[in-house]
């Protein structure tokens, strides 16, 4: 139901206008979907979904968080779940510095020597990280 209204009358040219009667509440096969981002609920956008549409909507969802949250110095999963159970996954790569660049040629063992000391530094980054996301891409998210 989000953006009802706007599309209806942008379709309409502003003509339109939605008539409605209550008929009552009934029973649905409804589930929450759960965003977890850096392995962290994320409560501002967990959505309500029938099950048979649920797996559509957490990688749709999924997806469009993996445009909008910029890049971080280190590896970010994206998830959408429904009770403990993973539905859909997107990774956003992190930023990597070329470290073996002033090498030239040699021994291969100081290239991995170096290679493995970023490989420690990213994983306490990652642990130790908070992911920020801007404020538009809530409103990015529920637009689109």
Known sequence: MTDFYDRLKSVSS???????????????????????????PFDTLAQIAHRQEAQKKGEKLVK??????????????IQAAIGGKIIARSDIPAFRKNVTEKLYGGDVTRKRK???KQ?????????LGKVEIPSDTFIKILKS
């Open 114 to 116: 170096l290679l493995e």
């Open 14 to 40: 502003g003509y339109a206008s939605v008539n409605y009667e209550f008929i009552g509440y009934r029973a649905e096969d409804l589930v929450k979907i759960d965003i977890l981002i850096n392995n962290e």
């Open 119 to 127: 490989k420690k530094g990213k994983e306490k980054m990652k642990m």
């Open 64 to 77: 469009k968080l993996k445009e909008f949250i910029p890049r971080q110095n280190f590896k970010i999963p």
